[in-house]
């Protein structure tokens, strides 16, 4: 089967393209970097050719309603317009927790991410989507963009946040398995309020940045309620904890400044 991972060479899509390497499966990595673009089209006939799977990671580089919308839109109506065409059987398209939910209360971003989900359930195509928690990787920038001075101000808001190996993980298993014509979730084993979250990783790096929670901080644009970015209870999840995932970078960050014996 040949599997087209748009969004191939990012930080999930290069994670889930190792992972099907390991498969069976004909795997291609379609991104601008390898000369595929799916908001221009550019590339992209001759990339589904033959594909029974496309597995959309894409991501807008604005964050604002309108940007997002105008990439989101345009890029996700191509995929399956194309992928129509080409005969594709599977559309996978990964999102995020709370997307329907602050598309309605907050607009922006999540507004763009609801109308590409609305598109992929009223196309033809057979899909399903990936609804992830926060990513452990963005942890620090969520830390950077909540800091003023030597303070970091965050929402009194709750997450559960995983792993980027286990969202890529989540795609491949969905990706491999049936359409589910829905909206699946997936999280991490445990919560944490943003402060406490953004406080450990701090603590790892010895960062002596204050954290505090304000009831008027926003998360990036947006006013959170508290349980506003939590799965539902019946959400699959992962067993990598956050500070497992800490050392393991920690680990890996000592290995590769220790110089080779000679």
């Given at each position: 089967?040949?599997?087209?991972?748009?969004?191939?060479?990012?930080l999930?899509?290069?994670k889930?393209?190792n992972?099907?390497?390991?498969?069976?499966?004909e795997?291609?990595?379609a991104?601008?970097?390898?000369?595929?673009n799916?908001?221009?089209t550019?590339?992209?006939?001759?990339?589904?050719?033959g594909a029974?799977?496309?597995?959309?990671?894409?991501?807008?580089s604005y964050?604002?309603?309108?940007?997002?919308?105008d990439f989101?839109?345009?890029?996700?109506?191509?995929l399956l317009t194309f992928?129509?065409?080409?005969?594709?059987?599977h559309?996978v398209?990964?999102?995020?927790v709370?997307?329907?939910?602050?598309?309605?209360?907050e607009?922006?971003?999540f507004?763009a991410?609801?109308?590409?989900?609305?598109?992929?359930?009223?196309s033809?195509?057979?899909?399903?989507?990936?609804?992830?928690?926060?990513f452990?990787e963005f942890v620090?920038?969520?830390?950077?963009?909540?800091?003023r001075g030597?303070?970091v101000r965050?929402?009194?808001?709750?997450?559960?946040?995983?792993?980027?190996?286990d969202?890529a993980?989540?795609?491949?298993r969905t990706?491999l398995?049936?359409p589910?014509?829905?909206?699946?979730?997936?999280a991490?084993?445990?919560?944490?309020?943003?402060?406490?979250?953004?406080?450990?990783?701090l603590?790892?790096?010895?960062?002596?940045?204050?954290?505090?929670?304000?009831?008027?901080?926003r998360?990036?644009?947006?006013?959170?309620?508290e349980?506003?970015l939590?799965?539902?209870?019946?959400?699959?999840?992962?067993p990598?904890r956050?500070?497992?995932w800490?050392?393991q970078?920690?680990?890996?960050k000592?290995l590769?400044?220790?110089?080779l014996?000679?």
């Amino acid at each position: 089967m040949k599997i087209v991972v748009v969004g191939g060479t990012g930080l999930i899509g290069s994670k889930v393209v190792n992972l099907l390497a390991r498969t069976e499966h004909e795997v291609v990595a379609a991104s601008r970097a390898t000369g595929v673009n799916s908001y221009t089209t550019e590339g992209l006939e001759k990339a589904l050719d033959g594909a029974e799977t496309v597995i959309d990671l894409s991501n807008s580089s604005y964050t604002d309603q309108e940007g997002a919308l105008d990439f989101f839109y345009t890029s996700t109506l191509n995929l399956l317009t194309f992928g129509q065409a080409a005969g594709v059987r599977h559309h996978v398209a990964l999102s995020v927790v709370g997307t329907d939910r602050l598309a309605q209360t907050e607009r922006g971003y999540f507004f763009a991410k609801d109308a590409q989900e609305t598109l992929i359930r009223r196309s033809s195509l057979p899909y399903s989507i990936v609804h992830a928690t926060q990513f452990f990787e963005f942890v620090r920038s969520i830390g950077n963009a909540a800091t003023r001075g030597n303070v970091v101000r965050l929402s009194h808001a709750r997450v559960q946040p995983m792993a980027g190996d286990d969202v890529a993980a989540a795609v491949v298993r969905t990706a491999l398995g049936e359409p589910t014509n829905s909206t699946v979730e997936f999280a991490g084993p445990e919560v944490f309020g943003l402060t406490e979250l953004v406080q450990l990783e701090l603590r790892s790096r010895n960062d002596t940045r204050q954290v505090v929670a304000d009831p008027l901080a926003r998360y990036f644009g947006n006013a959170l309620a508290e349980n506003e970015l939590l799965p539902a209870p019946d959400a699959y999840t992962f067993p990598t904890r956050f500070e497992d995932w800490l050392q393991q970078v920690k680990s890996a960050k000592s290995l590769s400044q220790t110089p080779l014996a000679t």
